[in-house]
T-cell receptor
Framework: DGGITQSPKYLFRKEGQNVTLSCEQN?????MYWYRQDPGQGLRLIYY???????QKGDIAEGYSVSREKKESFPLTVTSAQKNPTAFYLC?????????????FGPGTRLTVT | AQSVTQLGSHVSVSEGALVLLRCNYS??????LFWYVQYPNQGLQLLLK??????LVKGINGFEAEFKKSETSFHLTKPSAHMSDAAEYFC????????????FGQGTRLTINP
């Protein structure tokens, strides 16, 4: 079955450490996205990539970095510069824009930094 | 720029009653509109979407939504609530052209009372 895999489901880190969240998709989608979800705030876009080797900042990119070396993979690094990293992180992907494509979401990674 | 407002962060209905979740959007160009559902600690699942054509859109699990351009609304309804409908619901909008970025509302948590 095609889908999006995020690992791990739960992640714990100490303050000051960088941490990388994995996102893999086998849907053959060109576009991939990272969102952050906090209670009562909906989803906010961190970074997105419309094609391999290219990505753009979303609304809350500070303290995060990404890479897109392969079509299937879009890892997100939460750096020590991110002031409040504890959150639920969701990865999504979508087909090339034919005007009808929706985003498909992974199961999410809950990151706790203490 | 697009924005979404979901009226009511928490809605509670009795089992068998009508479900109405409200969504108003702001967009300077014709929008694409989406409703997603999220169960606890999971990713988002698409319920339905409006792109073009018929303004009454039917989705999964008996949900439907009507695009009303004059009211800039895309409210989600279901005639008879089921216990399994308890979840968080997100309305989202994206522009017809440009990057496939979605802008999400704050979410509405639906509780079903037995």
């Amino acid at each position: 079955d095609g889908g999006i895999t995020q690992s791990p489901k739960y992640l714990f880190r100490k303050e000051g450490q960088n941490v990388t969240l994995s996102c893999e998709q086998n849907l053959n989608h060109d576009a991939m996205y990272w969102y952050r979800q906090d209670p009562g705030q909906g989803l906010r876009l961190i970074y997105y990539s419309q094609i391999v080797n290219d990505f753009q900042k979303g609304d809350i990119a500070e303290g995060y970095s990404v890479s897109r070396e392969k079509k299937e993979s879009f890892p997100l690094t939460v750096t020590s510069a991110q002031k409040n990293p504890t959150a639920f992180y969701l990865c999504a992907s979508s087909r090339p824009d034919r005007g009808l494509s929706e985003q498909y979401f992974g199961p999410g990674t809950r990151l706790t930094v203490t | 720029a697009q924005s979404v407002t979901q009226l009511g962060s928490h809605v509670s209905v009795s089992e068998g009653a009508l479900v109405l979740l409200r969504c108003n959007y702001s967009s300077s160009v014709p929008p694409y509109l989406f409703w997603y559902v999220q169960y606890p600690n999971q990713g988002l699942q698409l319920l339905l979407k409006y792109t073009t054509g018929a303004t009454l859109v039917k989705g999964i699990n008996g949900f439907e939504a009507e695009f009303k351009k004059s009211e800039t609304s895309f409210h989600l309804t279901k005639p008879s609530a089921h216990m399994s409908d308890a979840a968080e619901y997100f309305c989202a909008v994206r522009a017809l052209q440009g990057a496939q970025k979605l802008v999400f509302g704050q979410g509405t948590r639906l509780t079903i009372n037995p």
